[in-house]
């Protein structure tokens, strides 16, 4: 297993394409897909395809989104990190998971450390985030994150707010 990221109750590995099946399970609920695009975007085939997408950004990139493991159990619980946004030559933090750890502060704790990661060892000096405008609890995250709202745009064939933060600005904000 190759770990990217730890935190206090999350291990951040990369995915293998072994991953597809849970990957696939968990974009299964409609309530998690709501705000990725619904079953259009998350059938088993676009999964698939994501993940290899995921796995050549870690070729590219170094980093990529990542399998979300919850360290008490080893149970794959979601996925999360960095990848370029669409043909925006950005860099986007992502999250996701499945609804049983909603309202945990897990959204916030994983995008915490990719931000940190990105600016850190990646060498980034801005990171966006992008999100359905009715998804109010990413929208919270990329607040508490020190986001902040650009603008609204088109991202994944739907419209998006956009949100970003600089490396200065993150580190102003993590030094409160």
């Not at 609804?99 to 060892?121: D, M, N, P, Q, T």
């Amino acid at each position: 297993m190759i770990v990217m990221l730890e935190t206090q109750r999350l291990i951040l590995r990369k995915f293998t394409p072994d991953d597809v099946p849970r990957l696939v399970e968990m974009r299964s609920d409609p309530e998690v897909t709501r705000y990725l695009g619904g079953s259009r975007r998350q059938n088993p085939e676009a999964v698939a395809q994501r993940m290899r997408f995921y796995i050549d950004c870690y070729e590219k990139f170094g980093f990529g989104m990542s399998a979300m493991l919850w360290k008490e159990t080893g149970e794959m619980i979601g996925w999360s990190g960095l990848q370029p946004l669409e043909e925006t030559g950005e860099i986007e933090v992502g999250y996701g998971m499945i609804k049983e750890f909603w309202g945990r502060g897990i959204g916030c704790e994983c995008a915490r450390v990719w931000l940190r990661y990105g600016f850190a060892k990646a060498g980034l000096e801005r990171i966006v985030a992008v999100a359905f405008p009715a998804n109010t609890a990413s929208r919270r995250i990329m607040e508490k994150c020190g986001m902040r709202y650009e603008k609204t745009e088109e991202h994944y064939g739907e419209q998006c707010v956009f949100y970003a933060v600089t490396k200065d600005e993150f580190l102003r904000n993590s030094q409160k």
